[in-house]
């Protein structure tokens, strides 16, 4: 249990009676190393110098001079390892906006608090603070070379994890989304964001997919074999479709496999700007000819999402996470998820899929609002898929024991 008296806190806001208030507020928390600045000036000679650098900064946003944001970007230029809590009279939309940015630029957010601040909310917030050392304090990543992944690839080191996609309304498991991770002998778990990109810029996309295709095909036949009859899931670069041969690479894979084009999602996230559109839209057209299912990801995020929508036969709409998780209590993030549903139900897309399902109150949203499927850390992480039949054993007792609540 970290003293509160030995955090330093600065707070600063260009509203003098405001600073009185936080201090006291403090003070009766037994924080008693608090630092006022009306001004970002000032603020930074104190962040400047080793010795006086705050631990945690209480910041207002609307200052004159140096308003708060601009104060955010004085601190990424100082690598700034401390944490943040906004104290604003601004709109939630503006708070939102800001806490973004903060966490983008990698600086610890705490959160944000609403003038006038109430004791309560501080407290809460004040209680997530930890030590730089105990957090997620910015690492610098490895970067990996072709050569690393491509031997990563000839030797099997990357490895399908699988993760559920469950029915809002009953429950059922409909199907999974694979999920790769290299597993790298050195380094450990390392997650796509290291290798995806690299594996695009270099060539070796078509190689990596078409690992991940054979080992969730496989792993499909496996679980249908014991009566598990899962939508299989996979997801696909736009350079994947760049050539004709890979909707042959599919159908093969799928025969081989003997899974049913009906059992086999392919996942479309397009990550950069699509050149000439004519053979990725012939791979996919034909592919959902052979009644293979498309998945338009992550949709909202993407420059052309509704371009692709007009464009492309897709079955099934994936509802960014950004979007879904907090819906219930968010009204910005609550137009963006009503929206994205409704479209989907004019369009006649068959399935409607919310990522980003986080606890309870998410799930109870998507119930009220008739999504089809739901799939976040509230229902799994991703796991291996030797640890499928644990997982769901544990889920269906959840579900009977009502810790899931579904339609009677």
């Known amino acids: 249990m970290v003293d509160p008296s030995t955090i330093k806190i600065m707070l600063l806001d260009d509203d003098i009676f405001m600073l009185k208030l936080l201090s006291l507020m403090l003070e009766n928390l037994a924080f008693t190393s608090v ?3 009306d001004n970002g000036h000032d603020a930074l000679k104190q962040v400047d110098d080793i010795k006086t650098r705050p631990d945690l900064i209480l910041l207002d946003l609307n200052m004159p001079e140096m308003d ?5 970007r004085y601190l990424v230029e100082r690598d700034y390892t401390g944490s943040l809590i906004l104290v604003s009279g601004e709109d939630e939309r503006m708070l939102q906006v800001t806490e973004k940015l903060v966490r983008a630029h990698k600086i610890t957010m705490l959160g944000y608090l609403h003038k006038p601040v109430k004791p309560d909310a501080l407290k809460k917030l004040l209680n997530k603070w930890s030590p730089p050392a105990q957090q997620n304090i910015q690492q610098t990543k490895k970067a990996y070379s072709r050569e690393e992944l491509s031997a990563a690839i000839i030797n099997k080191e990357l490895v399908n994890y699988y993760q559920p996609k469950v029915a809002v309304n009953t429950g059922e498991v409909i199907g999974v989304e694979t999920l ?8 450990g ?9 690299l594996a695009e810029t270099h060539g070796l996309i078509n190689d990596l997919t078409r690992l991940v295709l054979t080992g969730a095909l496989q792993q499909a036949s496996i679980w249908q074999q014991s009566g598990l009859a899962l ?5 696909v670069s736009m350079d994947n479709l760049a050539s004709l041969d890979f909707q042959d690479l599919v159908v093969d894979l799928a025969a081989r496999a003997g899974v049913p084009p009906q059992k086999v999602v392919l996942e479309v996230t397009e990550s950069q700007l699509m050149g000439d559109s004519r053979v990725p839209l012939e791979v996919l057209a034909r592919l959902r000819l052979k009644r293979f299912h498309l998945s338009i990801d992550d949709f909202g995020t993407g420059h052309s999402s509704l371009a692709q929508l007009r464009d492309i036969p897709f079955d099934e709409l994936k509802i960014d996470q950004g979007f879904v998780h907090s ?9 963006m998820y009503d929206t994205s549903l409704s479209l989907a139900r004019q369009l006649d897309i ?5 990522e980003g399902v986080e606890d309870l109150n998410d799930w109870n949203f998507l119930r009220q609002t008739g999504c089809d499927l739901a799939q976040g850390n509230f229902i799994s992480r991703p796991m291996l898929a030797v640890n499928f039949f644990d997982w769901l054993l544990t889920w269906q007792k959840r579900i009977q024991d009502k ?3 579904i339609d009677d």
């Open 35 to 37: 630092t006022v600045h």
């Open 68 to 72: 708060g944001i601009e104060f955010v």
């Open 180 to 187: 790769v991770r290299w597993h790298h002998p050195i380094d």
């Open 189 to 197: 778990l390392v997650t796509p964001d290291q290798f995806i990109g």
């Open 231 to 235: 939508r299989v899931a996979i997801n």
């Open 327 to 335: 819906a219930w209590s968010n009204e910005t993030l609550r137009a």
């Open 350 to 354: 068959e399935v409607v899929v919310a």
């Open 403 to 405: 810790q899931v609540p």
